[in-house]
C-alpha cells in the first residue's frame, strides 16, 4: 500500500478548502492549487474561521480535542499556489473544481504528466464519471474518485468511488487515508449518483414534484418527514442548503444515464434555477433567507 505524504488539493471554494483543512489538521502537508489569487484568498479565510470555531469548543469536526496550538499547527502545514507546477511532489492530489467534464479531463491529463508515477489522482465529483476522466491520464488504475460531503469538517463520510480499472492498491490506500483524516469510507461503484445521491436525488426531486402538484405545503412537507422520519431536516429545507442547481445538475446527470422519470428534474426545479433561486447561497429558494429566520 502506497504511503502518502503530501497532499493537493484542486479548488479551493468550499468542498476543497474543507477537504485541504481536514488533511492539514489530520497532520498531512497541503498545497492547495487554485487559478486565482483571490479565491485562495476567500478559501483560506473560510478555513481560518472554521480553525477558530473549533478552538472555541475545545474539539473538532471528529470530535477530538483541538486548541489554538493545533490551529496553528494546521495553518501551518497548509501552501497555496497559482502554479500547477507547485503539485509535483504530492503523492496524492484531489480535484475539486467545477462540475465540467472538459475541464476536469484537461486537468487530469496536466496531473498525470507532472505527478510521479506512483501518485494517485482523484475526483470530488458527486456525479461525474470517473472512469472518463481516468481515460485522459496514463496511470487509470491510480485513479478514483473520493466525494466529501459538505461542510466537508464536520461530515463523517467519504465515498470512494472505484471505477472498472482502479486498483485494489488505490482503494486501499484510500481507506487508510479517510480513517486517518477522521472520515468513514464507503465503496461506491462508478455510476451516476454513487451511493448518497442515487438514492438522494430522486426523494428531493419527488418532494419538489409533491409541492409542485399542491399535495401539501412546503412546510407540511418538511414537518411530515422531520417528525414522521426522524430526518434533521426536511427534503425542501435540504434542497435550499444544497443548492438547487447542484440539485439540478445531478439529477439531469442521472436521467440522462438511466432514463428512469423517477430522476428528472420537476419542471418547477428547472424555473427556479434559472431564476437564480438556489436556496441558501443566493438568499433564497423554497424559504427565504434574506433575514436572520428563513422564511
Request: proline share 4%.
Amino acid at each position: 500500500m502506497a504511503e502518502i505524504k503530501r497532499v493537493g488539493v484542486c479548488g479551493c471554494g468550499l468542498m476543497g478548502s474543507g477537504i485541504a483543512q481536514v488533511a492539514a489538521t489530520a497532520g498531512y502537508d497541503v498545497v492547495i492549487f487554485e487559478t486565482v489569487e483571490a479565491a485562495l484568498n476567500r478559501g483560506m479565510s473560510g478555513i481560518k474561521k472554521s480553525l477558530d470555531k473549533f478552538v472555541e469548543r475545545g474539539k473538532a469536526g471528529d470530535g477530538r480535542a483541538f486548541l489554538a496550538a493545533d490551529r496553528d499547527a494546521t495553518l501551518a502545514r497548509l501552501r497555496t499556489t497559482v502554479a500547477i507546477d507547485d503539485l509535483k511532489d504530492c503523492d496524492l492530489v484531489i480535484e475539486a473544481v467545477i462540475e465540467n467534464m472538459a475541464v476536469k479531463t484537461e486537468l487530469f491529463a496536466k496531473l498525470d504528466a507532472l505527478l510521479a508515477p506512483h501518485a494517485i489522482i482523484c475526483s470530488n465529483t458527486s456525479s461525474l464519471c470517473v472512469i472518463e476522466m481516468a481515460a485522459a491520464t496514463k496511470r487509470p488504475a491510480l485513479v478514483a474518485g473520493l466525494h466529501f460531503f459538505n461542510p466537508v469538517p464536520l461530515m463523517k463520510l467519504v465515498e470512494i468511488v472505484k471505477t472498472i480499472v482502479t486498483s485494489q492498491e488505490t482503494i486501499d490506500t484510500l481507506y487508510a487515508f479517510a480513517a486517518k483524516v477522521g472520515k468513514t469510507a464507503v465503496l461506491a461503484q462508478d455510476t451516476p449518483g454513487f451511493i448518497v445521491n442515487r438514492l438522494l436525488v430522486p426523494y428531493l426531486v419527488y418532494a419538489i414534484r409533491m409541492f409542485e402538484s399542491g399535495l401539501a405545503s412546503r412546510e407540511d412537507i418538511d414537518e411530515g418527514m422531520k417528525l414522521g422520519c426522524g430526518h434533521p431536516m426536511g427534503p425542501l429545507t435540504l434542497l435550499d442548503f444544497v443548492g438547487l442547481d447542484t440539485t439540478y445538475f445531478i439529477a439531469q446527470i442521472m436521467f440522462d444515464e438511466f432514463k428512469d422519470p423517477m430522476m428528472a428534474p420537476p419542471p418547477l426545479l428547472k424555473r427556479m434555477v434559472l431564476a437564480g433561486h438556489l436556496g441558501r447561497k443566493s438568499g433564497r429558494g423554497f424559504y427565504d433567507y434574506s433575514s436572520e429566520t428563513p422564511k
